[in-house]
């Protein structure tokens, strides 16, 4: 059943963002990126990374550290520091996701980036991941020049030991949350501002991000502000900038956690303890730290879905038309009707203008719509408010647009999918042309 809706458009305070999103959609662009940190020559360090070291540790397992798959979500003066910690502490597999591009504003406090970035406006995935290759050699990392929100696969997200946000915004913390509820995996938050900063650990079945939300923070999730932003207002308001003393504070608090969360078996020991339930926060200017509890789990949250089984369908990817993907799931079902559920987003096919009910084709996922707005000659000058958008919000044989791939309705590669048959959801994990098991331990979890 096909769910059609005329929805009024009142998301423009994240029109800038999504713009910036879609600058770095193109799979080939990210594929040949990530190709040139890995072809990249490096001198090879005699020896393992740490093993002269860290043993010394009695609780580290230098092991589990190694073949951990870790993703560290924004890039960022947090992510900066997360990312220097996770590759010295021997962190060899690791994923980066940021949409954004390196500014002058950001050298301040960001190690990893040089003023020639800035310059020549690099993402800072990218860069970060040529960076920690320099540091060591060891390291497999895939840079994803992508929003968190609909650019990661969950079948990558899935294959995480742990994922670190480095984010500075409710709206990416609440959708990351989500996304890690569905998929079992634990993940460690850190926020700064001025001079102060906290950080805590999620881990699902245990404490939520949404559920420890108040109601004007609910209402507020989704306005977003780019960093940059985030500057320019400060210096407007009279405030000061993030230092990079509270972002290297919060960023080893986030990698330290991170670590902990690879030695589970220490942790149920006791010989190690967790922030799990708790939130640590510093405060700069008087010099004050301390941790608090903060655990919310409320039963009846909406966010506490976890997907599970998965069923990974090699040949099902996001280049097959719809109704190819459809006819391949309905085999795989016993010739049973499917039903491809848009969880995240709805595919939009037009617009409709209130005033003269006149129609413009816009064929894209909702989140690529504001773009699309600001870049037409005939739309960008009326007010946003003034469209209906036409949407689909799931996907059957009767969809109107058979020829369309899963990647134009919006389908990210390696996504998870629910996939209604008949009365029963089915989570499909999709396969992708892009070989991101290149990057990936081959632990238990990534096998
Ligand atoms: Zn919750």
Known sequence: MYIKAFRLVQTYDNSLEYAKCFLYLCNKRMDSAAMRVDEELTPTIPGRWGEEVFPLLSWFR???VRNANVMVVGCGALGNEVLKNLALFGVEHLVIVDFDTIELSNLTRSILFTPEDAAEGRPKAIVAAERLRKINPAIQVLPIVGDIAHDVGLGLLRRMDVVVACVDNRWARYCLNRLCMRMNRPWVDGGIDGLEGTARVFVPGKNCYACGLGPEALKDLSFRLSCASV???NIREGRMPTTPVVASIIGAVEAQEAIKLLHPEELARGELTSLCGKMYYYEGQHLASRIVDFSAYDDDCPVHERWEPIEKIESLTTGLRVDDALARLSERFGGEPVELCLRDFRFVDYLVDREDDRRYVVSRPDYAVERFVEESP???????????????????MRFPYPELTLKEIGVTGCDVVPVRVGKAIRYVELGDELDYSIYLSTNTRAS
Do not use: T
């Open 231 to 233: 500057i320019r207002r």
């Open 62 to 64: 230098l092991d589990k």
């Open 378 to 396: 005939v739309l960008r000058y009326k007010p946003f408010h003034s469209f209906y958008q036409h949407e689909f919000g799931s996907i059957d």
